[in-house]
């Protein structure tokens, strides 16, 4: 516990604080089962509905509806699963996303890839590009924004901050 003074500001994490942010958590996780609730409810209901009516016998359209909903799904899952886990630094929630969003994407793509036209696998383009995608993140996250800490070396983006910090006269 936090022991702060009555006139003294609050601490990033005094009781308030740590109770906000176990609120915005059971927030978060509720609304993530929720539209996991309503994805397994709205598809189940699709493919009944294109087994029976639409197209009796076979499921054509519902699996690309459902493919392609995962996508937002997952992505849902994850922006969950990276606040609950504590990761900061908008690069690295930003590299976290573009893997998640990849991985959803590719199920749709072999999935719709292979209903529509399975004689033309066609899938290889964009799952190449979607490859060239992340190797590129990478490169530039461990390269520019990561740095070598280890190595007691400032990330290309560090010493950018400090030249620009220098310039304004606010760091020798």
Known sequence: MVNESPGEA???FSDEALRRIAKEK?????FVKVHILAYICVNAFLVLLDYFI????????????????LVGLG???G????YARG???????GLLFHFIAEAFSVQAVIVINLLTSPWI??????LGAM???VIVHLILFNWFLKGKASQGKKSWMDRKIDEELKKAGRQK
């Open 54 to 69: 639409t197209s009796p016998g076979s499921i054509d359209w519902a699996i690309i509806v459902a493919s392609s909903w």
């Open 121 to 126: 696998l066609w899938l290889v383009w964009p």
């Open 131 to 133: 490859a060239g995608a």
């Open 10 to 12: 609050s601490s990033p």
């Open 75 to 77: 992505i849902h899952v």
């Open 79 to 82: 922006g969950y699963l990276i």
């Open 87 to 93: 990761v900061i630094g908008g690069n690295k929630k």
């Open 26 to 30: 059971v927030i978060l996780a509720f």
